[in-house]
């Protein structure tokens, strides 16, 4: 025999533990220990009808803690002290006599603690507990509703369990609607409780001025800065491109906007695509990979020197596509400004100025003197480190001189004032390097520790060339080469794809992934709109077949059935203007285009491969491309 008042008291103990879950590693210090005594506390007090604050106490507490908070509610900061003023009023409702009322209040606290913390962070964790407490919530309602009829109520094992079957019934149609309704009703990229949740405004890795000396240091947290999703890449092309930075300005490297010179081109390998997932960040700056050729999926302007700057505040989740071409040259078609990127801080030390005068004064030839340069910074055996850094008047002496130690910020600095004071072009270029590659998932994982800045001279070709002089540190392979690049274990690895696959499917999904779906519903249906009913019963019998064959072949399609389509296409246009010898059963695309010497071939075949053979769809870019490319063959 079990007691119904029992139960409830079980109940609204797992309840507010499954609420409070979520939040309890954003609690303070002195409110978490209270919490967590207090659902095993309160359990212990119904059983016993014995409660430490009386009354008029308990409304003091639950006062003067919603006041506490309060006060802590800023414009930058509103989600944090709500959901612990609702712990507290959760907490002394746990610690004091309860009616059926108060059984309800515990239930709708723990509900708004949960949406309280879906504010604050919105993992995969988040759905496991959202179901738990539906499920336990309903449980409790159920439970509810026959105690207030009898408060006194004892009942069997066999009437327990119809009880829970018909409380498990109602959640499961709940939450099979809000599966539902999350597909079908319209969505927003900006939700309306998107001021609630304001992002955080301190950038951690990425900096947007660069000043050695300051002690700050440029990589310091193993905070997520995005994941891209695409092929892995080799060591030296893993560099993540955000920012510029081209002018001094009191011991700061700066951005200012460059003078008009020719576009830029990218020449060089067949591009690679990336879908990057970016966390939210103050700046609008969108991380691509370096060389990026075309960025779609959000509104952005370009800039000369190679930056994707969003038009709206990168203050949410979302997901953009990358097409970049890694080792490849960046060469201007034109003019450039090469006095804008000849000036250099207006302090600099003798043994610097010395430096330069020697690698000038070696060579007229550009390569010669970027050559000299490298070979300099090798022959100083400097180490990377991020303590124990250069400080002082002149940290860059310093640091090529003296202590011959720092991070990515010094090598960079110090290279580009040597190369500008010995007449080579020279920019900063801040971003990331490196990452760790999630096989499962089949996506890289950067973090802000990853925080990069290296640099880029003006060749003699009238090409950036990227150069790292990170990289000639002594111990770059056991510190640069080896931050955040830890192998994600099995359990890391399934842990953070969850994750992935939870902000892909969830977080990001706005209203033109919802369009995009409702189109391919809508052609599926069309497909079907074309089946026509013949005459007589027996013609009837078999349309209605092949209509539910054709219906199961349509439902069964897999996902590369548009994909099938374009390749049969492009065959039959080949076959049409060259005749059926030239398609041999075992000649790939790449291969036709060279042999026919056709330039549409070659990008369909491009185009195709990048996505047929990393497993995914192609966007509808490239769809559209691959379309214009057919009819000109």
């Given at each position: 025999?079990?007691?119904?008042?029992?139960?409830?008291?079980?109940?609204?103990?797992?309840?507010?533990?499954l609420?409070?879950?979520?939040v309890?590693?954003?609690?303070?210090?002195?409110?978490?220990?209270?919490?967590?005594?207090?659902?095993?506390?309160?359990?212990w007090?119904?059983?016993?009808?014995?409660?430490?604050?009386?009354?008029?106490?308990?409304?003091?507490?639950?006062?003067?803690?919603?006041?506490?908070?309060?006060?802590?509610?800023?414009?930058?900061?509103?989600?944090?002290?709500?959901?612990?003023?609702?712990?507290?009023?959760?907490?002394?409702?746990?610690?004091?006599?309860?009616?059926?009322?108060?059984?309800?209040?515990?239930?709708?606290?723990?509900?708004?603690?949960?949406?309280?913390?879906?504010?604050?962070?919105?993992?995969?964790?988040?759905?496991?507990?959202?179901?738990?407490?539906?499920?336990?919530?309903?449980?409790?309602?159920?439970?509810?509703?026959?105690?207030?009829?009898?408060?006194?109520?004892?009942?069997?094992?066999?009437?327990?369990?119809?009880?829970v079957?018909?409380?498990?019934?109602?959640?499961?149609?709940?939450?099979?609607?809000?599966?539902?309704?999350?597909?079908?009703?319209?969505?927003?990229?900006?939700?309306?409780?998107?001021?609630?949740?304001?992002?955080?405004?301190?950038?951690?890795?990425?900096?947007?001025?660069?000043?050695?000396?300051?002690?700050?240091?440029?990589?310091?947290?193993?905070?997520?800065?995005?994941?891209?999703?695409?092929p892995?890449?080799?060591?030296?092309?893993r560099?993540?491109?955000?920012?510029v930075?081209?002018?001094?300005?009191?011991?700061?490297?700066?951005?200012?906007?460059?003078?008009?010179?020719?576009?830029p081109?990218?020449?060089?390998?067949?591009?690679v695509?990336?879908?990057?997932?970016?966390?939210?960040?103050?700046?609008?700056?969108?991380?691509?990979?370096?060389?990026?050729?075309?960025?779609?999926?959000?509104?952005?302007?370009?800039?000369?020197?190679?930056?994707?700057?969003?038009?709206?505040?990168?203050?949410?989740?979302?997901?953009?596509?990358?097409?970049?071409?890694?080792?490849?040259?960046?060469r201007?078609?034109?003019?450039v400004?090469?006095?804008?990127?000849?000036?250099?801080?207006?302090?600099?030390?003798?043994?610097m100025?010395?430096?330069?005068?020697d690698?000038?004064?070696?060579?007229i030839?550009?390569?010669?003197?970027?050559?000299?340069?490298?070979?300099?910074?090798?022959d100083?055996?400097?180490?990377?480190?991020?303590?124990?850094l250069?400080?002082?008047?002149?940290?860059?002496?310093?640091?090529?001189?003296?202590?011959?130690?720092?991070?990515c910020?010094?090598?960079?600095?110090a290279?580009?004032?040597?190369?500008?004071?010995?007449?080579?072009?020279?920019?900063?270029?801040?971003g990331?390097?490196?990452?760790?590659?999630?096989?499962?998932?089949?996506?890289?994982?950067?973090?802000?520790?990853?925080?990069?800045?290296?640099?880029?001279?003006?060749?003699?070709?009238?090409?950036?060339?990227?150069i790292?002089?990170?990289?000639?540190?002594?111990?770059a392979?056991t510190?640069?080469?080896?931050?955040?690049?830890d192998?994600?274990?099995?359990?890391?690895?399934?842990?953070?794809?969850?994750?992935?696959?939870?902000?892909?499917?969830?977080?990001?999904f706005?209203?033109?992934?919802?369009?995009?779906?409702?189109?391919?519903?809508?052609?599926?249906?069309?497909?079907?709109?074309?089946?026509?009913?013949?005459?007589?019963?027996?013609?009837?019998?078999?349309?209605?077949?092949?209509?539910?064959?054709?219906?199961?072949?349509?439902?069964?399609?897999?996902?590369?059935?548009?994909?099938?389509?374009?390749?049969?296409?492009?065959?039959?246009?080949?076959?049409?203007?060259?005749?059926?010898?030239?398609?041999?059963?075992?000649?790939?695309?790449?291969?036709?285009?060279?042999?026919?010497?056709?330039?549409?071939?070659r990008?369909?075949?491009?185009?195709?491969?990048?996505?047929?053979?990393?497993?995914?769809?192609?966007?509808?870019?490239?769809?559209?491309?691959l379309?214009?490319?057919?009819?000109?063959?």
């Amino acid at each position: 025999m079990v007691r119904i008042k029992r139960l409830l008291d079980l109940f609204s103990g797992v309840v507010a533990l499954l609420s409070m879950g979520p939040v309890l590693a954003y609690l303070d210090r002195l409110l978490l220990p209270v919490v967590l005594l207090a659902i095993p506390a309160g359990y212990w007090c119904d059983r016993r009808e014995q409660y430490p604050l009386p009354t008029w106490l308990a409304t003091l507490v639950a006062l003067s803690g919603m006041f506490f908070y309060a006060l802590q509610i800023t414009r930058a900061e509103v989600a944090i002290p709500v959901v612990h003023a609702m712990v507290v009023l959760l907490t002394v409702r746990l610690l004091t006599p309860k009616a059926g009322r108060d059984y309800l209040q515990i239930f709708v606290l723990a509900l708004f603690i949960l949406a309280g913390s879906s504010l604050i962070h919105l993992e995969i964790s988040f759905v496991v507990y959202l179901v738990l407490l539906v499920f336990s919530v309903t449980l409790g309602l159920v439970f509810l509703t026959v105690y207030v009829t009898d408060q006194k109520l004892v009942m069997s094992r066999q009437d327990l369990m119809k009880l829970v079957k018909v409380g498990f019934v109602i959640p499961a149609i709940s939450l099979l609607l809000m599966m539902i309704f999350f597909v079908v009703l319209p969505r927003t990229r900006h939700p309306l409780w998107n001021f609630l949740n304001p992002s955080d405004k301190g950038v951690v890795g990425l900096a947007e001025t660069v000043q050695p000396g300051s002690f700050a240091k440029i990589s310091g947290t193993k905070e997520l800065a995005f994941r891209a999703e695409g092929p892995e890449l080799a060591p030296e092309d893993r560099y993540w491109r955000a920012l510029v930075l081209n002018q001094s300005k009191e011991g700061r490297w700066v951005r200012s906007d460059p003078p008009g010179e020719g576009a830029p081109r990218i020449e060089g390998p067949a591009p690679v695509i990336f879908m990057i997932y970016p966390e939210p960040r103050s700046d609008r700056y969108l991380m691509t990979l370096d060389r990026a050729t075309l960025v779609t999926g959000v509104r952005h302007e370009q800039t000369v020197d190679q930056m994707y700057i969003a038009r709206s505040a990168l203050d949410r989740r979302f997901r953009f596509e990358v097409r970049a071409s890694p080792g490849a040259r960046l060469r201007v078609a034109g003019n450039v400004n090469r006095e804008f990127y000849l000036q250099t801080p207006a302090e600099i030390s003798q043994r610097m100025r010395q430096v330069s005068a020697d690698i000038h004064d070696g060579s007229i030839d550009v390569t010669v003197r970027i050559d000299a340069l490298a070979e300099f910074f090798r022959d100083q055996e400097l180490s990377y480190a991020e303590d124990d850094l250069p400080s002082g008047p002149d940290p860059i002496d310093a640091f090529l001189f003296v202590n011959k130690r720092g991070y990515c910020e010094f090598f960079a600095s110090a290279y580009m004032t040597l190369a500008r004071l010995a007449g080579i072009p020279a920019r900063l270029v801040g971003g990331y390097y490196g990452g760790d590659y999630n096989p499962m998932g089949g996506y890289y994982l950067v973090t802000e520790a990853t925080a990069h800045v290296w640099v880029e001279v003006l060749a003699g070709d009238n090409s950036w060339q990227r150069i790292d002089p990170s990289q000639w540190a002594t111990n770059a392979a056991t510190t640069l080469g080896a931050r955040d690049r830890d192998q994600l274990s099995a359990l890391r690895q399934l842990a953070d794809s969850l994750n992935y696959h939870w902000v892909q499917a969830v977080v990001v999904f706005d209203l033109g992934q919802q369009m995009s779906l409702f189109r391919e519903a809508g052609d599926r249906l069309r497909s079907l709109r074309t089946l026509r009913a013949p005459d007589g019963w027996w013609k009837v019998a078999g349309g209605l077949l092949v209509g539910v064959t054709l219906l199961a072949g349509v439902l069964s399609l897999r996902r590369k059935s548009k994909e099938a389509r374009l390749l049969e296409e492009f065959r039959s246009r080949v076959k049409k203007r060259y005749g059926h010898e030239v398609l041999s059963p075992g000649s790939g695309l790449a291969e036709l285009g060279d042999q026919l010497d056709n330039e549409n071939c070659r990008e369909f075949a491009r185009i195709y491969y990048g996505a047929i053979f990393r497993d995914r769809l192609l966007t509808r870019p490239e769809r559209v491309r691959l379309k214009g490319l057919l009819r000109r063959i």
